[in-house]
């Protein structure tokens, strides 16, 4: 039986699924069977970032029972898997989104981890992407607006009664005015999973529809994503020497 791990944030824009589909892509790498969910009913991107914007079966054709999920699931030319939701408003209304806990129980005996790529905030969409989890990862940036949204995700996790795995911090550029990684592991009250430093070529990668991890597998962002991959599956003898941050947070 598989692991599911839902990517979570308080705020859009952080990086969420940026940090969903290389994490995927890493875990790959160590050989792992991944399957990427875009539990982000309202606005996907999962699709888009990998080259499937509009395909004939997606996650709310299962979510409305018109077929079996496996039905759903797509391999990028990379061997990342994916199951990428409509880009159509129209039957959003119609979407049960509770049944996110039924695709993940079907999905979790097909794969060695399932990661959901939730919605933003706190609404109705993210919930169920977060009760259907078994741990969780909080994405941030290095800004008090974020990891705010970020407390406030990671308190509503905990009336949920579920267990933060840890918080990745991207976007960081060792400015001035960053907020400290310390101050946002004193203020979440959380682990540190990874730092992902600010990488200019996560748009060119955007363009050529593959991951940052497998477009550009030796920047400090794909080698830190690897770092963390390795985290998450266990593979507690996997090193690399990534810099002052990560090896003290990390």
Same mark, same amino acid.
């Given at each position: 039986?598989?692991?599911?791990?839902?990517?979570?944030?308080?705020?859009?824009?952080? !990086?969420?699924?940026?940090?969903?589909?290389?994490?995927?892509?890493? @875990?790959?790498?160590?050989?792992?069977?991944?399957?990427?969910?875009?539990? %982000?009913?309202?606005?996907?991107?999962?699709?888009?970032?990998?080259?499937a *914007?509009?395909? *004939?079966?997606s =996650? %709310?054709?299962?979510?409305? !029972?018109?077929?079996?999920?496996?039905?759903a699931?797509?391999?990028?030319?990379?061997?990342?898997? +994916?199951?990428?939701?409509?880009?159509?408003?129209?039957?959003?209304?119609?979407?049960?989104?509770?049944?996110?806990?039924?695709v993940?129980?079907?999905?979790?005996?097909?794969?060695?981890?399932?990661?959901?790529?939730?919605?933003?905030? =706190?609404?109705?969409?993210?919930?169920?992407?977060?009760?259907?989890?078994?741990?969780?990862?909080?994405?941030? %940036? *290095?800004?008090?607006?974020?990891?705010?949204?970020?407390?406030?995700?990671?308190?509503?996790?905990?009336?949920?009664?579920?267990?933060?795995?840890?918080? +990745?911090?991207?976007?960081?550029?060792?400015?001035?005015?960053?907020? *400290?990684?310390?101050?946002?592991?004193? @203020?979440?009250?959380?682990?540190?999973?990874?730092?992902?430093?600010?990488e200019?070529?996560?748009?060119?990668? =955007?363009? @050529?529809?593959?991951?940052?991890?497998?477009?550009?597998?030796?920047?400090?962002?794909?080698?830190?994503?690897?770092?963390?991959?390795?985290?998450?599956?266990?593979?507690?003898?996997?090193?690399?020497?990534?810099?002052?941050?990560?090896?003290?947070?990390?």
């Amino acid at each position: 039986m598989g692991k599911l791990i839902t990517i979570t944030s308080g705020k859009g824009g952080v !990086g969420k699924t940026t940090t969903a589909i290389n994490l995927a892509a890493a @875990m790959n790498s160590f050989g792992k069977e991944v399957i990427i969910v875009d539990a %982000n009913l309202a606005t996907p991107n999962v699709g888009l970032h990998l080259g499937a *914007p509009i395909v *004939p079966i997606s =996650l %709310n054709h299962a979510l409305l !029972g018109k077929v079996k999920i496996e039905e759903a699931i797509y391999e990028h030319e990379s061997g990342t898997k +994916i199951i990428p939701s409509s880009l159509s408003i129209g039957e959003l209304k119609r979407l049960n989104h509770g049944r996110l806990k039924d695709v993940g129980k079907r999905l979790r005996k097909m794969a060695d981890f399932v990661i959901y790529d939730s919605a933003a905030g =706190l609404g109705e969409e993210a919930i169920a992407a977060i009760e259907s989890a078994d741990e969780l990862v909080i994405v941030t %940036n *290095p800004e008090i607006p974020a990891v705010t949204d970020a407390l406030k995700t990671s308190k509503l996790i905990e009336q949920l009664g579920k267990t933060v795995k840890g918080v +990745i911090v991207t976007r960081v550029r060792n400015s001035k005015t960053e907020m *400290p990684i310390a101050n946002i592991k004193d @203020m979440l009250e959380l682990p540190i999973l990874g730092v992902i430093p600010e990488e200019r070529r996560v748009q060119s990668s =955007l363009v @050529m529809k593959e991951a940052l991890f497998h477009a550009y597998p030796k920047c400090k962002a794909s080698r830190e994503y690897k770092r963390i991959a390795a985290r998450l599956i266990g593979h507690d003898n996997y090193k690399d020497n990534l810099g002052f941050f990560s090896r003290l947070f990390g």
